[in-house]
C-alpha cells in the first residue's frame, strides 16, 4: 500500500493562469476595454517524471497510469469548476451561480492530451442586471462588495424593448422643466464579465490551491482504481 505522500512525489502539477500565483503565467491578452468577448483560462496538466516514478511505484503498465492520470485532471478540473462559481461570489461580485457555471467550460484531457483546460469566456454584464434601481441622484447598483449610486445615470428602455442604465455623453444636453438632463447621445452602462470576476487574484489564488491540495487525492484513488 502506498502513502499519500508517495503519490505526490509521482508528479508536479504545472497550473498556467492569468494571474501570479507560485508558478504562475500570463497566457492570454490584457481584458479588452470595449465590449469584445473576453477569454481567460487555467491549463492543468503534469509534469513529464510522472511515468518512470509511478511504474516503480505501483507497478503498473504505462497505459493504465496514463488513463488515471486523465481521469484524475478531469475530475479535479470539474471539482475546479464548482469551486471557481463559489469563490467569485465569495469574492464579492453579484453575479448568478448558474450564470458563471454556464460561461465555464472544460476541455477535458484524453490521450494523447493530458492537458485540461477551464476556460471562461463572455461580455461585460449591462449595469441593469445588478440590482439597479433609480434614486434622485442617479442609479444605485450591486456589482460588488456592496451598493454604489451612479450620479446622472438613468434606466431607460428602448425602442427594441431593451431596457438598460445609461447616462448621457457629451455637452449638448439641456435641463428640461423638471429639472432633469435630456438630450443625444446616450451610452449603456455595463458592470464587470464573468471572466474579469474569474481572473480575479484571490479567486485564481483560491483554485490553484484547490487544484494542488485535491490532485493528489484523486490521482492515488485513480490509480488504486485502475490496478485492480
Same mark, same amino acid.
Given at each position: 500500500?502506498?502513502?499519500?505522500?508517495?503519490?505526490? @512525489?509521482?508528479?508536479? *502539477?504545472?497550473?498556467?493562469?492569468? @494571474?501570479?500565483?507560485?508558478?504562475?503565467?500570463?497566457?492570454?491578452?490584457?481584458?479588452?476595454? &470595449?465590449?469584445?468577448?473576453l477569454a481567460k483560462m487555467i491549463n492543468i496538466n503534469v509534469e513529464h517524471n510522472f511515468k518512470q516514478v509511478a511504474i516503480k511505484l505501483f507497478e503498473l503498465r504505462t497505459d493504465v497510469l496514463e488513463k488515471a492520470k486523465?481521469?484524475?485532471?478531469? !475530475? =479535479?478540473?470539474?471539482?475546479? %469548476?464548482?469551486?471557481?462559481?463559489?469563490?467569485?461570489?465569495?469574492?464579492?461580485?453579484?453575479? !448568478?451561480?448558474? $450564470?458563471? %457555471?454556464?460561461?465555464?467550460?472544460?476541455?477535458?484531457?484524453?490521450?494523447?492530451?493530458?492537458?485540461?483546460?477551464?476556460?471562461?469566456?463572455?461580455?461585460?454584464?449591462?449595469?441593469?442586471?445588478? &440590482?439597479?434601481?433609480?434614486?434622485? $441622484?442617479? =442609479?444605485? *447598483? $450591486? =456589482?460588488? +462588495?456592496?451598493?454604489? =449610486?451612479?450620479?446622472?445615470?438613468?434606466?431607460?428602455?428602448?425602442?427594441?424593448?431593451? !431596457? +438598460?442604465?445609461?447616462?448621457?455623453?457629451? %455637452?449638448?444636453?439641456?435641463?428640461?422643466?423638471? +429639472? %432633469?438632463? $435630456?438630450?443625444?447621445?446616450?451610452?449603456?452602462?455595463? &458592470?464587470?464579465?464573468?471572466?474579469?470576476?474569474?481572473?480575479?487574484?484571490?479567486?485564481?489564488?483560491?483554485?490553484?490551491?484547490?487544484? @494542488?491540495?485535491?490532485?493528489?487525492?484523486?490521482?492515488?484513488?485513480?490509480?488504486?482504481?485502475?490496478?485492480?
Amino acid at each position: 500500500m502506498h502513502t499519500h505522500s508517495e503519490t505526490g @512525489r509521482l508528479y508536479n *502539477v504545472c497550473i498556467t493562469s492569468l @494571474r501570479r500565483c507560485s508558478r504562475l503565467r500570463k497566457i492570454t491578452k490584457p481584458a479588452s476595454s &470595449g465590449l469584445f468577448a473576453l477569454a481567460k483560462m487555467i491549463n492543468i496538466n503534469v509534469e513529464h517524471n510522472f511515468k518512470q516514478v509511478a511504474i516503480k511505484l505501483f507497478e503498473l503498465r504505462t497505459d493504465v497510469l496514463e488513463k488515471a492520470k486523465i481521469r484524475a485532471l478531469n !475530475k =479535479v478540473a470539474a471539482q475546479a %469548476k464548482v469551486a471557481a462559481s463559489k469563490e467569485i461570489r465569495a469574492a464579492g461580485y453579484n453575479m !448568478k451561480a448558474s $450564470s458563471i %457555471k454556464n460561461k465555464l467550460i472544460i476541455k477535458r484531457a484524453s490521450n494523447g492530451n493530458a492537458v485540461v483546460q477551464i476556460k471562461c469566456s463572455g461580455r461585460p454584464i449591462p449595469l441593469i442586471e445588478f &440590482g439597479a434601481r433609480e434614486t434622485q $441622484s442617479g =442609479v444605485s *447598483v $450591486s =456589482v460588488k +462588495g456592496g451598493r454604489k =449610486v451612479i450620479r446622472g445615470a438613468f434606466i431607460a428602455t428602448m425602442p427594441t424593448g431593451h !431596457k +438598460g442604465v445609461y447616462e448621457r455623453s457629451g %455637452k449638448q444636453h439641456k435641463k428640461n422643466n423638471k +429639472g %432633469k438632463w $435630456s438630450g443625444l447621445p446616450i451610452k449603456e452602462l455595463f &458592470g464587470p464579465s464573468i471572466p474579469a470576476a474569474f481572473g480575479n487574484e484571490i479567486v485564481q489564488a483560491v483554485l490553484v490551491k484547490l487544484i @494542488r491540495e485535491k490532485f493528489p487525492t484523486i490521482l492515488e484513488r485513480e490509480i488504486k482504481f485502475a490496478g485492480r
